[in-house]
């Protein structure tokens, strides 16, 4: 990355909603599978271009859990993908000191990938250079409602006392707890929506949508998103400049 760059505002958890695998592959008379297959490798490639660009915290979608609509023979081609990719990448994310974390219902995956992802989970947990999460089988709906459903169950139980119950207490409920919430949510292909996507932590995200396919993003795009993120005013609510004002 070019010094500019580096002295740009960063995001401090960036989120990325990959988008656009399978109309990647019709456009080429490919099968929607290979989309996902190459999508793999811009994920491989993005997750050096991240930490490169100094980014210390990711999250990428990779299969939502709207995504079980889809036919089951595509489905079972996503599942064997995300086995194969920590099959073949864990050792290397970790000789990156990755620490990888996976977000999402993982009961309904099968029993091998359950255990996969526990020990990618357990491999990587004291690494440092960029935490990264899988939203895999994740809907965002779903993570709010567990999350009020254990409150309740707490509070039913005596040990809670309803009142307390503060947005930074739900937040520590939901899968991302302890996670900065995402400053940059990026999405490629060109749809501009959310799809069940970090709801509760997207408050403030700043949103990147790009017409580019995820097959074909590369380090430019991640450049672009981030040049367009530092040049954003986020005011929370507040004024523009509200420090200097108040002198
Ligand atoms: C994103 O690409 C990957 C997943 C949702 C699993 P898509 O498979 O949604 O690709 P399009 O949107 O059909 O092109
Ligand atoms: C969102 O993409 C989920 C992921 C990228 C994993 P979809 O392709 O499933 O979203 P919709 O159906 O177009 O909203
Ligand atoms: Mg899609």
Redesign the pocket.
Known sequence: MSQSHQQQELPSHLAI??????RWATQRGMRRQEGHRQGVETLRQSVKDVMQAGIKCLTL????S??W??PKAEVNFLMSLLQRFIESDLADLHGQNVRVRMLGRRQDLSPKIIKLIERAESLTADNTSLQLQV??N?GAREEIADAASRLARRAVAGTLDPASITPEVFGSELLTAGLPDPDLII?T?G?Y?I???LLWQSAYAEFFFTETL?PDFTADDLAEALSAYAQRDRRFGGLSNQKEREH
């Open positions: 909603i990959m988008d656009g695998n399978g979608f990779s299969f939502s709207e995504n609509n889809r939203a895999f994740y999405r292909s749809e929506r799809s069940n996507f995820w």
